[in-house]
């Protein structure tokens, strides 16, 4: 059998089928076999259990007053027209002293009399090959009654046992062919109860990268696969969901580098049209360079963000003052915000186990982002406060025009920006908000965003210390 037949349920289940019905036969046919057995025998023992009960009423009855002579002819008498049954009557030495026939009885008619036991006869072959069943009495007769007589009585069933192997090798036979047709039936049974297995890999097999909308059917299809069907329909919509992420972080990640590279090659081109002064030179190079940075700085965020996606990211184990290190960021942005004359502020405090340099790139990034979004005299805060699920929550706001709300679930997407129409050459990758939420996940928190009333507060929730 290859392995595809082994592991071909519809076999598995066919073959179990067909075990079952052969077992279940199995049974029938002994249990049927052993009653027809029974009824010959009850047969039987009606003849020998009569015979039993009349000779032993003629030796109770004409052995007081007739000769051993005349005893075998009354006993002749009785068992006149019943052809294949004999009796025999032994004295107490168990010598014969009748018998119609010459048959050899088995000691177990003497050993063990089966007087008033007539469910328990004895089965024997004789030597001439033919079998016979007996049963056997003691009973005490004669002038005085007691003297001890053994009567055995048999009858030759061999009829008996032609019918029974003619019908048992009928019965197997039988037993044989239901099986087969049962496990045949079976089988189309299984087929024809798989189809719907059969259907879903049809259906299935048709969902390309181009149809991954296409769900399978739920209501054509049985109780029994309906959990199936949810769990593949849930893994399409998620395949669904990544596969459009993916397509648009390549296409996003395609123009961000195509940008600098683009501005890359059409300078060098320019420059090399025509002979230039060092200076030029020096401020072509200089131009290059901030092109390249932006470049590297875009490839090792994205470095980050695939190794947060495969679970790379393990941050340190250090105790972190939270204020103090907030404080110390919101002290680098002051020059920024005092260009645009933005309030800084910060309020709260808390303490934290994580890795400090990935915390502070995450804080970073979002006071970043608040700084290029609020207007001249706008305002930018940061709370500090637990709540009261033992996490500690940093809480980043500022001031300016609302996040219109379809857009506050794909805020932390690769390359993502609410307006797709401002040019991509400020300093922002697009990056910045989706490696903040790459290490919030890393330390075992969660972010959040929400945009109204001239607000909009990013937070974050980070596993409180236990002291």
Same mark, same amino acid.
């Given at each position: 059998?290859?392995?595809?037949?082994?592991?071909?349920?519809?076999?598995?289940?066919?073959?179990?089928?067909?075990?079952?019905?052969? *077992?279940v036969?199995?049974?029938?046919g002994?249990?049927?076999?052993?009653?027809?057995?029974?009824?010959?025998?009850?047969?039987?023992?009606?003849? @020998?259990?009569?015979?039993?009960?009349?000779?032993q009423?003629?030796?109770?009855?004409?052995?007081?007053?007739?000769?051993?002579? $005349?005893?075998?002819?009354?006993?002749?008498?009785?068992?006149?027209?019943?052809?294949? *049954?004999?009796?025999?009557?032994?004295?107490?030495? !168990?010598q014969?002293?009748? &018998?119609?026939?010459?048959?050899?009885?088995?000691?177990?008619?003497?050993?063990?009399?089966?007087? #008033?036991?007539?469910? !328990?006869?004895?089965?024997?072959?004789?030597?001439?090959?033919l079998?016979?069943?007996?049963?056997? $009495?003691?009973?005490?007769?004669?002038?005085?009654?007691?003297?001890?007589?053994?009567?055995?009585?048999?009858?030759?069933?061999?009829?008996?046992?032609?019918?029974?192997?003619?019908?048992?090798?009928?019965?197997?036979?039988?037993?044989?062919?239901?099986?087969?047709?049962?496990?045949?039936?079976?089988?189309?049974?299984?087929?024809?109860?798989?189809?719907?297995?059969?259907?879903?890999?049809?259906?299935?097999?048709?969902?390309?990268?181009?149809?991954?909308?296409?769900?399978?059917?739920?209501?054509a299809?049985?109780?029994?696969?309906?959990? @199936?069907?949810?769990? @593949?329909?849930?893994?399409?919509?998620?395949?669904?969901e990544?596969?459009?992420?993916?397509?648009d972080?390549?296409?996003?990640?395609?123009?961000? =580098?195509?940008?600098?590279?683009?501005? =890359? *090659?059409t300078?060098?081109?320019?420059?090399?049209?025509?002979?230039?002064?060092?200076?030029?030179?020096?401020?072509?190079?200089?131009?290059?360079a901030?092109?390249f940075?932006?470049?590297?700085?875009?490839?090792?965020?994205?470095?980050?963000?695939?190794?947060?996606?495969?679970?790379?990211?393990?941050?340190?184990?250090e105790?972190?003052?939270?204020?103090?290190?907030?404080?110390?960021?919101?002290?680098?942005?002051?020059?920024?915000?005092?260009?645009?004359?933005?309030?800084?502020?910060?309020?709260?405090?808390?303490?934290?186990?994580?890795?400090? =340099?990935?915390?502070?790139?995450?804080?970073?990034?979002?006071?970043?982002?608040?700084? !290029?979004?609020?207007?001249?005299?706008g305002?930018?805060?940061?709370?500090?406060?637990?709540?009261?699920?033992?996490?500690?929550?940093?809480?980043?706001?500022?001031?300016?025009?609302?996040?219109?709300?379809?857009?506050?679930p794909?805020?932390? #997407?690769?390359?993502?920006?609410?307006?797709?129409?401002?040019?991509?050459?400020?300093?922002?990758?697009?990056?910045?908000?989706?490696?903040?939420?790459?290490?919030?996940?890393?330390?075992?928190?969660?972010?959040?965003?929400?945009?109204? &009333?001239?607000?909009?507060?990013?937070?974050?929730?980070?596993?409180?210390?236990?002291?």
């Amino acid at each position: 059998m290859n392995v595809t037949w082994s592991r071909s349920l519809t076999l598995r289940l066919t073959l179990l089928f067909a075990l079952a019905a052969a *077992l279940v036969l199995f049974l029938l046919g002994l249990l049927i076999g052993n009653l027809v057995e029974q009824h010959f025998v009850q047969q039987d023992m009606e003849a @020998l259990s009569g015979k039993m009960e009349l000779t032993q009423h003629i030796l109770k009855r004409d052995s007081k007053t007739q000769d051993n002579e $005349a005893l075998r002819r009354q006993l002749d008498d009785a068992l006149t027209g019943h052809h294949g *049954l004999v009796v025999a009557v032994f004295g107490p030495s !168990r010598q014969a002293l009748y &018998g119609n026939e010459n048959l050899a009885f088995p000691p177990a008619l003497f050993d063990r009399p089966t007087v #008033n036991d007539p469910e !328990r006869p004895i089965k024997w072959t004789a030597p001439d090959g033919l079998p016979w069943r007996g049963i056997s $009495a003691a009973v005490t007769a004669g002038i005085d009654g007691k003297i001890p007589y053994t009567i055995v009585i048999a009858t030759e069933i061999s009829h008996h046992e032609h019918f029974m192997s003619g019908f048992r090798g009928t019965l197997w036979v039988f037993i044989t062919l239901a099986t087969l047709a049962i496990g045949l039936l079976g089988w189309v049974v299984v087929r024809r109860g798989l189809a719907p297995l059969h259907s879903i890999k049809r259906q299935a097999a048709e969902i390309t990268a181009n149809r991954l909308h296409t769900r399978l059917p739920a209501e054509a299809i049985p109780l029994e696969l309906a959990a @199936l069907t949810d769990t @593949l329909n849930d893994m399409l919509s998620r395949l669904e969901e990544s596969f459009q992420r993916l397509s648009d972080f390549s296409s996003d990640l395609a123009h961000e =580098l195509r940008t600098p590279v683009s501005n =890359l *090659l059409t300078q060098t081109q320019v420059t090399l049209s025509k002979a230039r002064s060092a200076d030029d030179y020096r401020d072509i190079l200089a131009s290059n360079a901030e092109e390249f940075e932006r470049l590297s700085r875009t490839i090792s965020d994205m470095l980050f963000l695939a190794k947060a996606d495969n679970n790379q990211i393990i941050p340190n184990q250090e105790l972190i003052d939270l204020a103090e290190e907030i404080g110390e960021l919101l002290e680098y942005y002051d020059v920024l915000a005092d260009e645009k004359a933005i309030v800084l502020s910060l309020t709260g405090n808390g303490q934290i186990v994580g890795d400090r =340099l990935m915390l502070r790139r995450a804080v970073s990034n979002l006071l970043s982002n608040a700084l !290029r979004h609020t207007p001249t005299g706008g305002t930018v805060t940061v709370k500090i406060n637990q709540n009261g699920d033992g996490k500690t929550l940093v809480v980043v706001e500022n001031t300016g025009s609302d996040i219109p709300v379809e857009h506050l679930p794909r805020l932390f #997407n690769r390359f993502y920006r609410v307006d797709s129409s401002r040019q991509r050459t400020t300093e922002s990758s697009g990056l910045g908000l989706a490696i903040t939420k790459s290490i919030v996940f890393a330390h075992g928190g969660n972010v959040a965003v929400d945009s109204e &009333g001239g607000k909009t507060c990013f937070t974050l929730s980070l596993p409180s210390t236990h002291r």
